[in-house]
């Protein structure tokens, strides 16, 4: 009996041991994923003829109603002029798509249908359901067509007076169809898992320091070592200069991560595994976050300028 708890005790000390040796450190990294609906925003951004950026969109704000109880009344305008408003705001909040105030038939365009808007009020409840069509197209040939809804029931034992306001829930309705669409149509903000090499023992502390996200101190430290530099040096650099450069969203900084990560695939880095997925990963990124920056800069010259004014 006391040999197989033995055995097993020293099974599981050699396990431990295993496990310890094959771990890989790892950094979670902010990053942006290409949008949802990636083949349609493909299309519009060939056909787009924005400068910078990756889609110019016209905003038309002559809605239809297509379905036949859907008519041009108070409530139908309500939710028109909502959608409008919250969708001129998020479109600028992107950084990625912008407005073109200018009525051009060559331009991409951003149509609505409703297709339905029923509201119901009891004496304690009150109900939406609201369903709404977006249409991108160019020149009668349609990119993108698809139909978002919402739907909600508030109810309170104390009445309408514990409930939110018709308003208020046509304000939310709004706000979120808009949103919806804007983020199938954006690059989405999302983290991803990057393993590291390793590294001499004179600077394998900086994999802590960037697991800290004391990137700028894990940075310094590499620039000022003075051992041999692989294709591992350059690599890490490359992942605390991406890190760096997310956490204070500075564009030299990723332009210094790109010139790293070059390094390490030129010297080999092509044959590992680690460094080719890592590499990857921070291509598909920087290609969106040059393009997102871009935008940044049109539409806060197009907001100061007064081309357009964003609602609340």
Request: hydrophobic content about 35%; some cysteine; overall charge positive.
């Amino acid at each position: 009996m006391f040999k197989v708890k033995k055995s097993l005790i020293v099974s599981g000390v050699i396990g431990v041991l295993f496990l310890s040796a094959c771990a890989k450190e790892q950094l979670i990294l902010k990053t942006y994923s290409p949008p949802k609906k990636q083949e349609q925003v493909k299309k519009m951004i060939e056909n787009s003829e924005a400068s910078t950026g990756f889609i110019n969109l016209q905003l038309v704000e002559d809605i239809d109603y297509i379905c036949e109880s859907v008519g041009k009344n108070k409530a139908s305008k309500d939710m028109a002029q909502g959608l409008i408003s919250n969708l001129k705001k998020y479109i600028n909040q992107t950084n990625f798509i912008s407005l073109n105030t200018v009525e051009d038939d060559a331009s991409v365009s951003l149509d609505m249908q409703i297709l339905r808007l029923k509201f119901v009020q009891t004496k304690n409840s009150r109900e939406l359901h609201v369903k709404v069509n977006f249409v991108i197209r160019k020149d009668g040939a349609e990119f993108y067509s698809e139909p978002y809804k919402y739907d909600t029931k508030r109810q309170s034992r104390a009445g309408l007076q514990g409930l939110p306001s018709k308003s208020e829930i046509f304000s939310d309705a709004s706000e979120y169809l808009a949103k919806k669409l804007i983020k199938d149509i954006s690059p989405i903000k999302t983290r991803k898992i990057v393993e590291l090499k390793d590294l001499p023992d004179a600077i394998q502390y900086t994999v802590e320091y960037a697991k800290g996200k004391n990137f700028k101190g894990a940075i310094k430290a590499m620039e000022n070592y003075k051992g041999d530099k692989g294709l591992e040096y350059y690599f890490n650099l490359g992942v605390y200069y991406e890190g760096y450069g997310s956490q204070i969203d500075n564009m030299a900084m990723f332009a210094k991560a790109q010139e790293n990560y070059e390094k390490a695939m030129a010297m080999g880095g092509s044959k590992d595994e680690t460094i080719v997925k890592g590499k990857m990963k921070f291509d598909n990124f920087y290609e969106i976050i040059k393009k997102v920056a871009e935008q940044q800069v049109a539409n806060l010259k197009q907001t100061s300028s007064g081309q357009y004014e964003l609602l609340d």
